[in-house]
């Protein structure tokens, strides 16, 4: 017979999986699973367990709730940048494009301030058209940003087709934020107004 507080404790709070569960008791998977629903102890779906897998100490970032006014604009900002700007069909990351590098670091210093994001976990996206040059492009939004060229995905070149005020306002291309966390995406998603 199985401990149920036991049990409970890895499996709850020590966030252990079953499997782990099974080897430390030198039993199968079956025998866990059998007293897991004798216990009525609810299991993880799978995208539960994995995002557990992925961030075992936790989630990667903290919802710092405003306290100064400071903050509470800076939360705001963000907010609405996101809900201006941001891909909200993207389920699984945090994503907003835009031309301009303020805009952009604005952005940034929402994540890192209201959430705790690392800047070196952010990965950049740059999209150009055919005419602009992408060492100067990089250049431009390293500088800018302050970021290192290795958190760049691979550059998307747009064939341009013709001069148009869009073109002008994007002579560095269109840079990208991400940051991949489903959790930290449906936190922003639910403070979107509705």
């Known amino acids: 017979m199985m401990d149920k507080k036991i049990l409970f404790d890895l499996y709850v709070n020590k ?79 945090v994503r907003l494009g835009n031309t301009d590098p303020e805009l952009i670091k604005n952005f940034i210093l929402f994540l890192k301030n209201i959430f705790g994001i690392r800047k070196k976990d952010l990965r950049f996206g740059l999209q150009l058209f055919t005419d602009i040059d992408k060492n100067s492009a990089m250049d431009f939004w390293v500088k800018k940003i302050k970021i290192k060229p290795s958190q760049f995905y691979k550059i998307i070149i747009t064939k341009s087709q013709s001069l148009g005020t869009y073109r002008r306002k994007s002579e560095y291309g269109v840079l990208t934020v991400y940051y991949h966390n489903k959790k930290l995406r449906d936190l922003i998603v639910s403070l979107l107004p509705t």
């Open 15 to 93: 966030r252990k999986s079953m499997q782990e569960i099974a080897e430390i008791f030198s039993c199968s998977l079956n025998k866990i699973k059998y007293w897991m629903d004798k216990y009525k102890i609810k299991t993880r779906s799978i995208s539960e367990a994995v995002y557990i897998k992925n961030n075992p100490n936790g989630d990667p970032f903290i919802f710092n709730k405003p306290i100064t006014l400071e903050q509470a604009k800076l939360l705001g900002l963000g907010i609405g940048l996101y809900w201006g700007e941001g891909t909200k069909a993207d389920k699984g990351s």
